[in-house]
Nanobody, 128 residues
């Protein structure tokens, strides 16, 4: 099992940037495909990004491609999400999560039901 703790959320103006972190303990991220989801009030949980932990291949939702960057620090067992050019529609609770398996498959690890472990979430609010 793995425990996940997010940090780095907050309030930012449109066009600004935030960097989210997710620290894993109990088991290394190399046993999973880690990723980020978000959920706004009244909306379904939405896939944001995922990463192949060992090789570094990255995968993004079309809504954030070119603005967000997912990365990892293998030695620190920590996942990151750099968010640039933020828009009010990016406002949501952001969750890090661990998908079953070690290889990203598009239709599998872009679905919330494929993720066994979740952090508590961190609020991101973008003002206009």
């Amino acid at each position: 099992q793995v425990q996940l703790v997010e940090s780095g959320g907050g309030l930012v103006q449109a066009g600004g940037s935030l960097r989210l972190s997710c620290a894993a303990s109990g088991r290394s991220f190399d046993s999973y495909v880690p990723g980020w989801f978000r959920q706004a009030p009244g909306k379904e949980r939405e896939f944001v990004a995922a990463i192949n932990w060992s090789l570094g291949g990255t995968y993004y939702a079309n809504s954030v491609k070119g603005r967000f960057t997912i990365s990892r620090d293998n030695a620190k067992n920590t996942l990151y999400l750099q968010m640039n050019s933020l828009k009010p529609e990016d406002t949501a609770v952001y969750y890090c999560a661990a998908c079953r398996g070690t290889t990203y498959i598009k239709t599998y690890c872009s679905a919330a039901t494929s993720y066994d472990y979740w952090g508590q979430g961190t609020q991101v609010t973008v003002s206009s």
